[in-house]
T-cell receptor, first 114, second 112 residues
Framework: GENVEQHPSTLSVQEGDSAVIKCTYS??????FPWYKQELGKGPQLIIDIRSNVGEKKDQRIAVTLNKTAKHFSLHITETQPEDSAVYFC?????????????FGTGTRLTIIP | GAGVSQSPSNKVTEKGKDVELRCDPI?????LYWYRQRLGQGLEFLIYFQGNSAPDKSGLPSDRFSAERTGESVSTLTIQRTQQEDSAVYLCASRDVEVKLFFGSGTQLSVL
């Protein structure tokens, strides 16, 4: 089955600087890659996703890049703010409009230092 | 609109007791998932429902775990004869037509 590795496990960034979180996946058939943000005591919230037919997607301060050949994808947060502090999870799945069983990475705890 | 609702938000039980966890998905979402999240860990897939049937139960850890869904709506995850290693947050998610998963806030289960 799919295996997703995520790093770093913790990341501290000065407010205003950029943060980058990286994930690799094992199954070349995976074609859907979402990123989730989880705040304390809450469920994961989808913040951005990308499908395998594109290499990059942006949404304001957040961007995701995908390298299908190398089987890795990354989350980029620019101009970080204190409210960006949370645990971030990457995931991968084979989207066949049937079972979208997401396989998650182990998470990155991002701390923004004011 | 209303999101995925899970109840109870917290459940403390004694080892050996049975527990039922409930999930109310977003209205109209036909696919529903259960995941487990141990402290400081990632999310572990348990089971997937399409309508009222469960085509993929491969993540259920043992036969003490079961789940059902009725009316293409509410789902219940049941854990029989709970063990301490069952302590975790149990998360439910429903899926929209764009294949995006929306999670509830979870049920924190503590087995003493």
């Amino acid at each position: 089955g799919e295996n997703v590795e995520q790093h770093p496990s913790t990341l501290s960034v000065q407010e205003g600087d950029s943060a980058v979180i990286k994930c690799t996946y094992s199954d070349s058939a995976s074609n859907y890659f979402p990123w989730y943000k989880q705040e304390l005591g809450k469920g994961p919230q989808l913040i951005i996703d990308i499908r395998s037919n594109v290499g990059e997607k942006k949404d304001q301060r957040i961007a995701v890049t995908l390298n299908k050949t190398a089987k890795h994808f990354s989350l980029h947060i620019t101009e970080t703010q204190p409210e960006d502090s949370a645990v971030y999870f990457c995931a991968a799945s084979i989207s066949n409009f049937g079972n979208e069983k997401l396989t998650f990475g182990t998470g990155t705890r991002l701390t923004i230092i004011p | 609109g209303a999101g995925v609702s899970q109840s109870p938000s917290n459940k403390v039980t004694e080892k050996g007791k049975d527990v039922e966890l409930r999930c109310d998905p977003i209205s109209g979402h036909t696919a529903l998932y259960w995941y487990r999240q141990r402290l400081g860990q990632g999310l572990e897939f348990l089971i997937y429902f399409q309508g009222n049937s469960a085509p993929d139960k491969s993540g259920l850890p043992s036969d003490r775990f079961s789940a059902e869904r009725t009316g293409e709506s509410v789902s219940t995850l049941t854990i029989q004869r709970t063990q301490q290693e069952d302590s975790a947050v149990y998360l439910c998610a429903s899926r929209d037509v764009e294949v995006k998963l929306f999670f509830g806030s979870g049920t924190q289960l503590s087995v003493l």
